[in-house]
């Protein structure tokens, strides 16, 4: 049995070494996305058990993949290699300080082939989360239908299915985006969008009115992404703002959301609260920020648990420092 289960897309990256338009960019620093595939390596280097499933070409591309997912420790049983079919890749152009563009070239890439034909019950069923997006829905029509076969499956399994809607315009215009990611929202036990794509789905901006309805929507656990300002957690008890950590310098937020996600079901998965889930991942997406490209700054548990145990001791020293004041 597997803790996580995704469906979606990997993109070969190719991240800007500077700040500027694509035509100034000389050098850019390889590296791997795909939000899905993202969330599953982070939970992966916490110690999770995790499985992909996803379809590369049969280009170097897609072997350095299946390589990668290897030695992360993701299972790769469930990713088929499409007989000359091309792997996606993106480029990641920083526009300012900690700030990106994407640009895509995946239009009919092996991971838009997927279709419901390609999804196993049998593993969605041994899962305990199964999680996908808002991207592996708006790569193509039979993504889409894959992700809700698979959805149902687990649905009807008793397995957790963890959404992130991930608005994505440059692959589907905003009327379809809406219809099918509040559909989706209905199936969904957790739901974990960034405020940004939030507004744009539900037309609200507040994040208290955002948690509001997507809870009456039905998932039992909401958390809306605020980037550097954290995340507001949210059931149908209560809601709670969780800070984010402050770091020295943020160089890239490419996939800190997708850092987020993947901690925060490690967390779940743990035994920890919502509460706690939200402040691990918010440490996890933090550190994140700190290097290029969407996976290879992401930190293993050891690297948190540091991070972690530096804040509280800063905050015990602040509490002494108060209590030595008052007395
Ligand atoms: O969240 C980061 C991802 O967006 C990035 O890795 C690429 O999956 C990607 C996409 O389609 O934008």
Known sequence: MLDIISLGEPLVEFCATRVGRLKDVFLFKRGWGGDTSNVLVTAARLGRTTGYITRVGDDEFGKCFLEMWRREGVDVSHVIIEKNGFTGVYFILLTEEGKHEFIYYRKNSAASHLSPSDIDPNYIKQS????????????????????????????????????????????????????????????????????????????????????????????????????????????????????????DKVVDTTGAGDAFTGAFLAALLEGQNPKEAARFANAVAALKTLGRGAVASLPTRKRVEKFLSHFKSRNSFRQSLHDRRRA
């Open 128 to 247: 305990k989360i199964f999680h996908s997006s808002g991207i592996s829905q708006a790569i193509s029509e039979s993504c889409r239908e894959a992700v809700f076969k698979a959805a149902e499956i687990a649905k009807k399994a008793g397995v957790l299915f963890s959404y992130d809607p991930n608005v994505r315009l440059k692959l589907w215009p905003i009327n379809v985006a809406r219809n099918i990611i509040n559909y989706t929202l209905e199936l969904a036990d957790i739901v974990m969008p960034s405020l940004e794509d939030a507004k744009l789905f539900t037309g609200l901006s507040s994040p208290s009115e955002i948690a509001d309805i997507i809870l009456k929507s039905g998932p039992s656990i909401v958390v809306i992404k605020l980037g550097s300002q954290g995340c507001l957690v949210a059931t149908k008890r209560e809601k709670t703002l969780v800070p984010s950590f402050p770091v």
